[in-house]
């Protein structure tokens, strides 16, 4: 099993930056596929991006893609998000999740982080 923590998430203006962390401990890191899903107030939790064990194959909601890039250090158990151009509408709790291969279905990520806040203020 794996466990995950996020960190870096805060209040930004419309238009600016965030740097999410998702850093996990376990062994078996190193092959797990890892995604990011995030739950707006009032809303369910929806897919943002996912990145493979290799680091090779990524994939993106496409109301973030372009904007957002996931990108992984195995060596540093690490993964991140990097978040530009924010929009009011990107405000939620982010978590980070792990699985098997990439899906934008939470059902297929059996660890969880506990989530991290990010406000966009327009």
């Known amino acids: 099993q794996v466990q995950l923590v996020e960190s870096g998430g805060g209040l930004v203006q419309a238009g600016g930056s965030l740097r999410l962390s998702c850093v996990a401990s376990g062994r078996t890191f190193s092959s797990k596929t890892i995604a990011w899903f995030r739950r707006a107030p009032g809303k369910e939790r929806e897919f943002v991006a996912a990145?493979?064990?290799?680091?090779?194959?990524?994939y993106y909601a496409d109301s973030v893609k372009g904007r957002f890039t996931v990108s992984r250090d195995n060596a540093k158990n690490t993964v991140w998000l990097q978040m530009n151009s924010l929009k009011a509408e990107d405000t939620a709790v982010y978590y980070c999740?792990?699985?098997?291969?990439?899906?934008?279905?939470?059902?297929?990520?059996?660890?969880w982080g506990q989530g991290t806040q990010v406000t966009v203020s327009s």
């Open positions: 990145i493979s064990w290799s680091g090779d194959n990524t």
């Open positions: 999740a792990a699985g098997w291969s990439i899906s934008t279905s939470l059902y297929d990520y059996n660890s």
